[in-house]
């Protein structure tokens, strides 16, 4: 269900903004929904979801509803705030958006089109599990105007999968990208390494079945352990070995190796894309410092450089929203050393890096040692950009403390 909340200061029963903050018209405005709904809990999730049985109070077939209330609140607190703006990109995560009915997605988009606009070039994303997904649920989220599908596959080798506790069929991914490319939408795939059992050989043969199908973009992320799993009681209790870190990075440059002579570049440390056009911009922007407002419970957002999020069960969600109050549990406004350094840890994962001269005076000669330790490209720092070397993509927290400490 999730980590803890982070702590905060009250937000106002309307949701209203500080009066300080006015909305900036020039900066572009992103949508996430959350669905927080799974028919099983995979035993690494630390993300803010809830199978049948731990809904208590809450119910999936109202969730549309509930959450349109939010849409509402948001239309009206940003109006205050000096107006809204159409959305660039909109976002359905969860959990598993899928296991809602495509018209319960599809009428959650048409009220965020309602309340906000949607810009022309809108880029709109469904996460999936390759077993909901059909050429009729596809061609239906594609009419509502969705166009790009982020499909779960995590890995090609089924003892790989039972380690995670996907209970999705393997071959079920090759159908779903079939449906989501015959319905016009452009295919993200997933994938997670570093499992437990999990081998280098294991590791291609799910590089190589992804390739294969030639998505338009890959996600490739090191598994990691969150306190409060089932994966990391597992391991404390010596019933499963924790993630070999020299494997993993193995594992990393084994997927750079393959991915870019397929066609696909890195853009970000964990995600590679079929040139420019099929970039995930809702993610650049959560990683440029765009606004973004995230609905549905747990969901975090971000305004006018203010940081709000929402409380977590989905019951508590609806009861605030159906009694007419902002389900928002707490905000901050980071202070300028936050925004630093949240700027560098941030800005440097991207393709394109940061500008030299946004570091600290006192930082910047840090730049020539880092490219004397084979992190940071040479080239780009004399252009005057802080871009990471494959090396770097692999050790980038260290990049961070010697930008930043």
């Not at 969730?63 to 209330?69: H, K, P, S």
């Not at 995560?93 to 899928?98: K, R």
């Not at 747990?298 to 929402?310: D, K, M, P, T």
């Amino acid at each position: 269900m999730g980590s803890a909340l982070p702590l905060g200061e009250p937000v106002p029963a309307d949701g209203s903004l500080p009066d300080a903050v006015r909305v900036d018209g020039g900066t572009d405005f992103g949508v996430y929904l959350h669905v927080p709904f799974c028919r099983v809990r995979c035993g690494y999730c630390d993300f803010n979801t809830y199978t049948a049985s731990e809904l208590r109070g809450a119910r999936q077939d109202q969730y549309a509803d509930t959450l349109l209330r939010e849409v509402d609140l948001a239309r009206a607190v940003l109006d205050r705030a000096g107006g809204t703006r159409p959305a660039a990109t909109v976002f359905f995560g969860g959990g598993t958006p899928t296991l809602l009915p495509p018209g319960d997605l599809g009428r959650m988009l048409d009220g965020v089109r309602a309340a906000f606009g949607l810009r022309d070039d809108a880029e709109i994303t469904v996460e999936a599990n390759p077993d909901t997904v059909s050429a009729a649920v596809a061609s239906e989220l594609a009419a509502s105007g969705v166009t790009r599908m982020s499909i779960g596959m995590q890995s090609a080798v089924p003892h790989v999968l039972a380690a995670l506790d996907r209970t999705h069929d393997p071959d079920n991914v090759r159908t779903a990208v079939a449906a989501a490319r015959g319905a016009g939408l452009d295919v993200s795939v997933d994938l997670i390494y570093g499992a437990p059992g999990e081998t280098l050989a294991d590791w291609r043969s799910s590089l190589e079945t992804a390739m294969a199908l030639v998505p338009d973009h890959v996600s490739a992320y090191a598994l990691i352990i969150e306190d409060g799993t089932k994966l990391a009681r597992q391991i404390r209790r010596g019933e499963v070995a924790a993630p070999d870190d020299d494997l993993q990075a193995d594992m990393y440059e084994l997927a750079d190796d393959l991915l870019a002579p397929a066609g696909l570049e890195w853009y970000e440390v964990s995600n590679w894309a079929r040139g420019a056009e099929h970039r995930s911009r809702h993610n650049l922007a959560y990683w440029t410092g765009a606004d973004w407002w995230g609905f549905g419970p747990g969901a975090h957002s971000h305004i006018g450089g203010v940081r709000f999020w929402n409380v977590k069960h989905p019951a508590a969600y609806a009861q605030r929203l159906a009694a007419g109050e902002s389900p928002a549990a707490g905000r901050e406004i980071p202070d300028a050393a936050a925004r630093r350094l949240e700027s560098v840890l941030l800005r440097t994962r991207i393709r394109e890096g940061m500008p030299v001269h946004d570091l600290p005076i006192k930082r910047r000669p840090a730049v020539a040692s880092l490219i004397a330790d084979g992190l940071v490209e040479g080239a780009d720092a004399l252009r005057g950009r802080v871009v990471l070397t494959r090396r770097g993509r692999l050790l980038a927290d260290a990049v961070v403390r010697a930008l930043t400490d």
